[in-house]
């Protein structure tokens, strides 16, 4: 069993969607300090000083200065800012992959070279394949 898993384990697939996790979580941390530290205090600034990781609803009625104050007094809160800075990351890591995923495909298609020759034409009279070095249609005998 031990030597079955390790097989498993040393697959290539494997390897690699292990790689992918890594560096995965690493440009997540990244896109979460983008979203954080670099974009989100200008959009704050340009909206009249506002802290979007501050904004947040108390559930219980009362009022809290810091949506850590809230948290510390055990109320529930709903806090929206946190979401609207996650959903923006969202979106930089969805049109990150998209823009990688894209690149990928263009590079396949340049790898992939012409495409194979036609093997087979159409009859001009009634439609049917018929192969591309045929001089008559076996269907309906018109000469091409």
């Not at 501050?54 to 949506?67: D, I, K, S, V």
Request: aromatic residues 10%.
């Amino acid at each position: 069993m031990f030597k079955e898993f390790r097989n498993f384990a040393m697959r290539g697939n494997v390897i690699d969607l292990a790689v992918g996790v890594i560096i995965g979580a690493a440009f997540g941390k990244i896109t979460t300090s983008l979203v954080n530290d670099v974009l989100m205090p200008p959009l704050g600034l340009l909206l009249g000083r506002v802290d979007f990781t501050e904004l947040f609803l108390p559930l219980n009625g009362q009022n809290y200065e810091t949506l850590a104050a809230a948290r510390t007094a055990g109320a529930p809160v709903i806090a929206f800012g946190s979401f609207i800075n996650t959903v923006i990351e969202f979106l930089i890591v969805a049109f990150a992959v998209f823009i990688m995923v894209r690149q990928i495909n263009r590079l396949r298609e340049m790898n992939a070279g012409p495409p194979p020759a036609a093997t087979e034409k159409t009859c001009t009279r009634c439609l049917s394949t018929i192969p591309i070095q045929a001089t008559k249609c076996r269907f309906c005998t018109t000469d091409l």
